[in-house]
């Protein structure tokens, strides 16, 4: 099997199921409970939050965790638009989000918060003029994603929360679902952050939604107190403790693996750059785990379905749309009808090698020639 | 009898896009009765009008019967020209 579809999930990493087994058997207390049992896997927890804190250099910041980032950005979305509700009344983000970005957002839109999409260049970057132009006083929520999931688009984060910062009840939601794990970011300025074990060699139904402790959040799980306030539940130890040990795993020799990564996808453009078939969608500014191309003659179902028979596993658009027709964000980013059709995304990992390019390149030159 | 169907989707982007010119649309024709549908909730309801992929959608019916139909992303202007040419058709 040749998988080249990282950026939908990545398989999890063995060292990671072993340590749930480990831990599921070991601690077997619910944390919310006081008996001794309880308070051992309380205290395995904080211990887990504290070590996602320092690995993630985070600062003044609450870990809630989560089912993972589409929970994660529904309570980031819902929570603050519910809670500073009265003080203003309108969110502003781009064309490019995740689904559950988008469909958080269109919920609130209906319930009468006003929506504005910020502008973007011609390669998908936040044309942050536009942004200075249309934040203001009643703007209480600027969500924007560090990296779109389909193109490998990455938002300049840093100067977007700048520019956010400027207003002292605007709250900045940054879904980095694609980045963690994947890039080395600053986090530890950022008001709510998002993301998802599963995309970091963790196990499925875990993430975690960081939140800056001064700001309050209106839960969207309700319950008792749990490990916080804002999203009731026993907590998943495994779960937890599980994506503690994936963040721990994926950021060594993290440089090595970003280096990796950026060669196969240097490698990859070369390739596609002798194809004349094929139109690279993915700017060299992208972030290099993702490639997103277009064969306009070949539609991206097709590709996707004929590379399967092959044992071959990409994308043609984000899992996350119920959209079969196009990619939205290649779409939005070419105008292109056709293009948006026929794109497919190849997205790679420190575990791809050279030899399964290779044969994805031969692969699809052959059903291109046969078609 | 001018009825205008919009079938949109929470999920969709272009559909967070159209919304506020639906909205000056029905303001600029208030005298026209809308139903809003959601693509994935009410299928058995929008069904007949056989909706296709892109969304969102706005078709116009007169008298039960499909005069007009505007798939995707849009211009306020458009719309708002082709709303004019049907009605001056008329």
Known sequence: ?371 | MIRVIIISALWCPSCLIMMDKYDKIKSDYSNFEYVNYDFDFDKNKTAKYNPGKILPILIIEKDDVEILRIIGEKSYKEIKKQIEELINDK
């Open chain 1, 1 to 371: 099997m040749i998988y080249l579809d990282y950026s939908a999930t990545t398989p999890v990493d063995i060292r990671v199921l072993r340590y749930f087994e480990n831990v599921s058997l070991t601690y077997v207390g619910n944390a919310n409970s006081i008996h001794s049992l309880g308070k051992d896997s309380a205290r395995v927890i904080n211990n887990c939050s504290k070590k996602i804190s320092s690995i993630l250099k985070l600062d003044n910041q609450e870990i809630i965790y989560t089912s993972g980032a589409t929970e994660s950005n529904n309570l980031a979305i819902k929570g603050v638009l519910l809670k500073y509700a009265n003080q203003s009344k309108q969110i502003i983000t781009t064309y490019y989000e995740h689904s559950s970005v988008v469909a958080s957002i269109n919920y609130m839109r209906n319930l009468g918060f006003k929506v504005l999409i910020v502008n973007c260049n011609e390669k998908g970057v936040v044309d942050l003029e536009h942004l200075k132009k249309i934040i203001n006083n009643d703007t209480v929520l600027v969500s924007i994603g560090s990296v779109n999931s389909e193109i490998g688009i990455r938002q300049p984060i840093s100067a977007i929360n700048d520019i956010v910062k400027q207003y002292k009840d605007c709250v900045f939601h940054c879904d980095m679902t694609q980045s963690i794990g994947k890039e080395r970011i600053d986090l530890s300025k950022i008001d709510l952050i998002s993301f998802s074990a599963h995309k970091f060699y963790g196990i499925k139904g875990i993430g975690a939604l960081i939140k800056k402790n001064d700001l309050q959040l209106e839960p969207q799980i309700h319950g008792g107190k749990s490990t916080t306030i804002y999203r009731s539940g026993t907590p998943s130890l495994p779960l937890i403790l599980s994506m503690g040990k994936a963040l721990e795993l994926i950021y060594k020799n993290f440089d090595k693996k970003y280096e990796h990564v950026s060669k196969i996808n240097h490698y990859l453009r070369d390739e596609f750059g002798k194809m004349p078939e094929v139109i690279i969608n993915s700017s060299s500014d992208c972030l290099p785990h993702i490639l997103n191309i277009s064969i306009p003659s070949f539609y991206s179902k097709k590709m996707v379905k004929e590379l399967a028979k092959n044992d071959i596993y990409i994308s043609n658009h984000t899992a996350c749309s119920s959209d079969a027709s196009k990619s939205l964000a290649v779409y939005a980013l070419t105008n292109n009808l056709k293009l948006a059709r026929s794109s497919i995304r190849i997205s790679l990992s420190y575990l791809t090698t050279k030899k399964e390019i290779d044969f994805l390149i031969k692969q699809m030159k052959r059903m291109l020639k046969n078609d």
